[in-house]
């Protein structure tokens, strides 16, 4: 089983022995860069049309096996339209989960540094 990779991040050690010993990955496949590229720069125009900016990988995932899973994070429009495009292709459309933990530290001079740290716990479809 392969897992498509929709997302703006390298997959942690612990989120890759988790999508191997939970969904049975072989195969993790990153996007091909200028698709990769599309994905991080979504721009924040009112006007924009969702569906063109992403027609690059609306095809690249209608040519690929759509027996796959699909890890899916970003912009919450584009993931939402994604999610569901994916989905009437028969993929297996995931997100990953994660504890937060919060460290906050005041300094000397009264100002506070903020630390935040998250920790993978599984992957969940989305329904």
């Known amino acids: 089983m392969h897992l498509h990779l929709i997302f703006n991040h390298q997959l942690t050690a612990a989120q890759i022995s988790d999508a191997k010993a939970s969904l049975g990955i072989k195969k993790i496949k990153y996007l091909p860069k200028e698709l990769q590229e599309i994905w991080a720069n979504i721009p924040a125009n009112a006007a924009l049309d969702l569906e063109q900016h992403l ?38 459309p995931i997100y990953a989960t994660t504890e937060r933990k919060i460290i906050e530290e005041k300094l000397t001079n009264n100002t506070i540094v903020t630390k935040r740290i998250f920790k993978h716990v599984c992957f969940r479809p989305y329904i």
Do not use: E, P, R
């Open 55 to 92: 027609i690059k990988l609306l095809h690249y995932f209608k040519a690929q096996d759509a027996n796959a899973y699909v890890l899916v994070q970003g912009d919450f429009g584009a993931v939402y339209f994604m999610v569901n495009y994916l989905k009437d292709l028969g993929y297996k």
